[in-house]
C-alpha cells in the first residue's frame, strides 16, 4: 500500500498532459473535499517522533554522543514499534548499527551515513512542520469516519532508517498507539531523485492519512450486519465492499490541487468506471465460474496505480458524495454498508454527466437496496 502512495504522487504530478476541463454544467467546489470547521465526535491526535533516525545518524557518525544515543534507542517504543514493522528483533537492530557505528563493514548502513546530511534536512522539516499539520491530518481523518461509535486514537508517524523495511509507511500497533513507520531512504528514493524535504514530508502526510484511515474504519466500523464479513468471498458484494472501503482511502492519497477528481481527472477515471463496470456485471453473472471470479478479484488489488479500478471508482464516489450529497449524508451510508453508498451514488450522478455504474449495475442496486 505504501508503494502505492508513491504513485499516486507520481501519476498525479504527471497527469495535466491527460487532464480536462470540467464538463458543462458541472458545478463542483474546487479544492479537497473536507471542512476545515468540521466537528466530529472522535478524539484522533497524530504526532511525530522523528529521535530515533536523528540517534541512529548520531550513532553512524560515532560521534561523542554515540552512547547516548543508543541508549535512547533501546528505551524508544517507536523504535520498537519500526522493528516490529520490518520483522527484526531490536536486538539484531541495534547489534547490526553498533556494528557498523564499530567500523564493521555494511553499505546499507554506510549509505546511510553518505546521505546523512540529506536525511537530516529532512527530519528538520518534519520537526519544523510536522507540529502544525498534526490536528490538520488527524481531523480529516475523523471527517470520514461514521459518527458511532467515537473513536479516540494516538497516532505516531516515525520517519526511519532501518535495515530490512518491506513498505515506504507500514502501520504497527504498539501499546494502544498507531505507528506509521516511514521508511525514509524508500520515501525518499534515490540519492539523484531525492525529493526536496517538504515534499518528502507530503508523501508521508498522504500515506499516514490513508492507512489511518483504513485501520480506524477497518477496526471499528467495517463489521457485519452493515458490512459483508471479511470471509473467503468472490462475489459482486465482495467487489462493491472493496471499492466503499478503499475509496476514502484513496482520496488521501491525492495531492489537493488534482480536487475535484473527475472534472480534473476526468479520462483516467472513465476509464475506470468502464472496466469497473465489466468486472461488476461478470460477478453478477450466474455463468462466471468461481476461478474466473476470484481472478476478477485478485486483479482489482493489482498493477500500477490506474488498474486498481476499485479504488479510482471509489474514490471518485468518496469525492463526489462529499461534494454534492454531503458528508452526513455520506458517512450515514458508509455506516449503513457499501450498498447504500452505492445508491447514494447512481441516485445523486443520475442524469448527470458524472461517471456512473451501468444499467446492469444500476438494476441489481435497485432489486438488492440495503
Given at each position: 500500500?505504501?508503494?502505492?502512495?508513491?504513485?499516486?504522487?507520481?501519476?498525479?504530478?504527471?497527469?495535466?498532459?491527460?487532464?480536462?476541463?470540467?464538463?458543462?454544467?458541472?458545478?463542483?467546489?474546487?479544492?479537497?473535499?473536507?471542512?476545515?470547521?468540521a466537528t466530529t465526535?472522535?478524539?484522533?491526535?497524530?504526532?511525530?517522533?522523528?529521535?530515533?533516525?536523528?540517534?541512529?545518524?548520531?550513532?553512524?557518525?560515532?560521534?561523542?554522543?554515540?552512547?547516548?544515543?543508543?541508549?535512547?534507542?533501546?528505551?524508544?517504543?517507536?523504535?520498537?514499534?519500526?522493528?516490529?514493522?520490518?520483522?527484526v528483533s531490536t536486538?539484531?537492530?541495534?547489534?547490526?548499527?553498533v556494528a557498523a557505528?564499530?567500523?564493521?563493514?555494511?553499505?546499507?548502513?554506510?549509505?546511510?551515513?553518505?546521505?546523512?546530511?540529506?536525511?537530516?534536512?529532512?527530519?528538520?522539516?518534519?520537526?519544523?512542520?510536522?507540529?502544525?499539520?498534526?490536528?490538520?491530518?488527524?481531523?480529516?481523518?475523523?471527517?470520514?469516519?461514521?459518527?458511532?461509535?467515537?473513536?479516540?486514537?494516538?497516532?505516531?508517524?516515525?520517519?526511519?532508517?532501518?535495515?530490512?523495511?518491506?513498505?515506504?509507511?507500514?502501520?504497527?500497533?504498539?501499546?494502544?498507539?498507531?505507528?506509521?513507520?516511514?521508511?525514509?531512504?524508500?520515501?525518499?528514493?534515490?540519492?539523484?531523485?531525492?525529493?526536496?524535504?517538504?515534499?518528502?514530508?507530503?508523501?508521508?502526510?498522504?500515506?499516514?492519512?490513508?492507512?489511518?484511515?483504513?485501520?480506524?474504519?477497518?477496526?471499528?466500523?467495517?463489521?457485519?450486519?452493515?458490512?459483508?464479513?471479511?470471509?473467503?468471498?468472490?462475489?459482486?458484494?465482495?467487489?462493491?465492499?472493496?471499492?466503499?472501503?478503499?475509496?476514502?482511502?484513496?482520496?488521501?492519497?491525492?495531492?489537493?490541487?488534482?480536487?475535484?477528481?473527475?472534472?480534473?481527472?476526468?479520462?483516467?477515471?472513465?476509464?475506470?468506471?468502464?472496466?469497473?463496470?465489466?468486472?461488476?456485471?461478470?460477478?453478477?453473472?450466474?455463468?462466471?465460474?468461481?476461478?474466473?471470479?476470484?481472478?476478477?478479484?485478485?486483479?482489482?488489488?493489482?498493477?500500477?496505480?490506474?488498474?486498481?479500478?476499485?479504488?479510482?471508482?471509489?474514490?471518485?464516489?468518496?469525492?463526489?458524495?462529499?461534494?454534492?450529497?454531503?458528508?452526513?449524508?455520506?458517512?450515514?451510508?458508509?455506516?449503513?454498508?457499501?450498498?447504500?453508498?452505492?445508491?447514494?451514488?447512481?441516485?445523486?450522478?443520475?442524469?448527470?454527466?458524472?461517471?456512473?455504474?451501468?444499467?446492469?449495475?444500476?438494476?441489481?442496486?435497485?432489486?438488492?437496496?440495503?
Amino acid at each position: 500500500m505504501a508503494a502505492w502512495s508513491a504513485a499516486a504522487l507520481a501519476v498525479a504530478l504527471a497527469l495535466p498532459a491527460v487532464a480536462h476541463a470540467a464538463a458543462p454544467g458541472t458545478k463542483l467546489p474546487a479544492g479537497p473535499p473536507f471542512d476545515p470547521a468540521a466537528t466530529t465526535p472522535h478524539r484522533i491526535s497524530l504526532a511525530f517522533d522523528t529521535a530515533p533516525s536523528r540517534d541512529i545518524l548520531t550513532l553512524l557518525s560515532g560521534g561523542a554522543g554515540a552512547p547516548v544515543a543508543l541508549r535512547r534507542l533501546r528505551a524508544s517504543s517507536s523504535v520498537r514499534a519500526a522493528c516490529r514493522s520490518e520483522n527484526v528483533s531490536t536486538e539484531d537492530f541495534f547489534g547490526r548499527l553498533v556494528a557498523a557505528a564499530s567500523g564493521t563493514p555494511d553499505p546499507l548502513l554506510a549509505s546511510y551515513k553518505g546521505r546523512s546530511a540529506y536525511f537530516a534536512s529532512v527530519l528538520d522539516e518534519i520537526d519544523k512542520e510536522g507540529p502544525g499539520l498534526g490536528p490538520t491530518i488527524a481531523g480529516r481523518i475523523a471527517q470520514l469516519l461514521p459518527e458511532s461509535p467515537a473513536v479516540e486514537a494516538r497516532l505516531v508517524v516515525v520517519p526511519f532508517l532501518g535495515v530490512a523495511g518491506y513498505g515506504e509507511v507500514t502501520p504497527v500497533h504498539d501499546e494502544g498507539d498507531l505507528y506509521f513507520v516511514a521508511e525514509l531512504p524508500r520515501l525518499t528514493g534515490d540519492v539523484l531523485a531525492a525529493p526536496q524535504p517538504r515534499e518528502a514530508l507530503l508523501k508521508i502526510l498522504r500515506a499516514a492519512e490513508s492507512e489511518g484511515w483504513r485501520n480506524l474504519f477497518s477496526g471499528s466500523f467495517r463489521k457485519p450486519p452493515a458490512w459483508p464479513a471479511l470471509r473467503d468471498a468472490a462475489d459482486f458484494d465482495a467487489f462493491l465492499a472493496l471499492t466503499v472501503s478503499e475509496g476514502p482511502a484513496t482520496v488521501f492519497l491525492f495531492a489537493d490541487e488534482f480536487f475535484p477528481l473527475d472534472p480534473f481527472l476526468g479520462e483516467p477515471i472513465e476509464r475506470a468506471f468502464r472496466r469497473w463496470n465489466r468486472a461488476a456485471e461478470l460477478l453478477l453473472d450466474p455463468a462466471t465460474k468461481e476461478k474466473e471470479r476470484r481472478e476478477i478479484l485478485a486483479g482489482a488489488t493489482k498493477g500500477d496505480f490506474w488498474s486498481r479500478t476499485p479504488a479510482i471508482v471509489g474514490a471518485q464516489m468518496t469525492d463526489l458524495l462529499l461534494r454534492k450529497a454531503g458528508r452526513e449524508a455520506f458517512l450515514r451510508a458508509l455506516g449503513s454498508g457499501p450498498r447504500a453508498v452505492a445508491v447514494l451514488y447512481a441516485n445523486t450522478v443520475k442524469g448527470s454527466r458524472h461517471p456512473d455504474f451501468s444499467k446492469i449495475v444500476r438494476k441489481a442496486l435497485e432489486e438488492n437496496k440495503p
